[in-house]
């Protein structure tokens, strides 16, 4: 079984920065898996935010966060970041990191099978 336990979130004006960290406390070797952030806002259907394929050299952004948001990973700390920053307030979401069932990036929530609980972040203007 993965845990995936996230950090980070809050509230920040629109402008502000926040840098959210999402760490598998538990099974197999995390660098071997893609990585994911999704994000889903009240009433809005969940939505791919960006991905990382295993090493980090793929990497995947939305539209709406490109030149915004930025991912990472490190993967001796088995940890995936989510860097963002110039935040609207269309970011307001629950933002949730997931793993993939490979080693390579895919778009499509169906391709994540450990979730983590999620975190809130909250843009005000």
């Known amino acids: 079984q993965v845990q995936l336990v996230e950090s980070g979130g809050g509230s920040v004006q629109a402008g502000g920065s926040l840098r959210l960290s999402c760490t598998a406390a538990?099974?197999?070797?995390?660098?071997?898996?893609?990585m994911a952030w999704f994000r889903q806002a009240p009433g809005k259907e969940r939505e791919l935010v960006t991905g990382?394929?295993?090493?980090?050299?793929?990497?995947y952004y939305a539209d709406s966060v490109k030149g915004r948001f930025t991912i990472s990973r490190d993967n001796a700390k088995n940890t995936v970041y989510l860097q963002m920053d110039s935040l609207k307030p269309e970011d307001t979401a629950v933002y949730y990191c997931a793993r993939s069932r490979g080693e390579f990036l895919v778009l499509k929530s169906s391709g994540y099978d450990y979730w983590g609980q999620g975190t809130q972040v909250t843009v005000s203007s």
């Open positions: 990382t394929d295993w090493s980090g050299g793929n990497t």
């Open positions: 538990s099974g197999r070797t995390f660098s071997s898996y893609a």
